[in-house]
């Protein structure tokens, strides 16, 4: 049985805010805007009436750098592919055929650290392709490294590199983008998948759990997953979740509400 208490949703539209206003979530909502050329009109910003409702850039590509500064980065997709970094660098790549040249010589972190939008909180989304020192950075400036694995083996064929993100001291939380590019959107998969890849299951549900929550803002977690309930004849329940995911045999998880 997967339980969920707290939902941070990027939407293009704000269609979501009203579903999430009416359940019992802890919720969030970053509309995401898409702007990529600065010849082109700036798209009309809406001032959200509910504070849970933050307007953000898609990314570094996606969005020119006027309205980079205009709109902010609070949460935003950084490092998910290596054309991200050989069009901002070097002006090559596949996005060069679509986009104006990029602002130049900067990976993503660096450019949003430049622009003053790299703040503790800022979530960056994916950091797939992303080198030790822009990790190092994300780190120092207290940034948010929401992992994707499901939606990178996907798109990308490869994991993210978990373990440099750990080396680094970045904070973690996980994630499952959307089902445009992965099969699921329980982030119980995307801990096993890294559980495969040898990270620890205590530290990995901390980042899908109580941990993540913290770091994306709701504060005293909602509600948490605790050791000791039953779990089938299981010994360690938190190391078999994390291996099996949504197809765990367990039967009821301890539950705290604030």
Known sequence: MDITVAVADVS???????????????????????????????????????????????????????????VGAASIHVEEDPAEAAWLMHGDGPFAEILTPGPGRKRSVFLLDELGLLRPGTLLVHMTCADDDSLRLAAQRGTVVVLCPQSNVHIGGRLPDWRAVRQAG????????????????????????????????DWLLDAAGAGGSTRLGFGPPAGWIAIGDHAATLTDPVRWVAFEGKDAPVTRLAWQAS
Not at 49 to 56: H, N
Not at 177 to 197: E, G, K, Q
């Open 12 to 70: 293009n539209s704000g269609l979501t805010v009203g579903p999430l206003d009416a359940s019992r979530l802890s919720w969030r909502v970053f509309i995401e805007v898409v702007a990529p050329r600065a010849d082109q009109p700036d798209p009309v910003l809406a001032t959200p009436s509910d504070p849970r409702v933050t307007p953000t850039a898609h990314s570094t590509y996606a969005v020119h750098e006027r309205m980079l500064r205009k």
């Open 170 to 201: 970045c904070q973690v939380a996980l994630g499952t983008d959307s089902l445009a590019s992965c099969a699921s959107l329980d982030v119980l998969t995307d801990v096993a998948m890294l559980a495969r890849d040898g990270a620890d299951p």
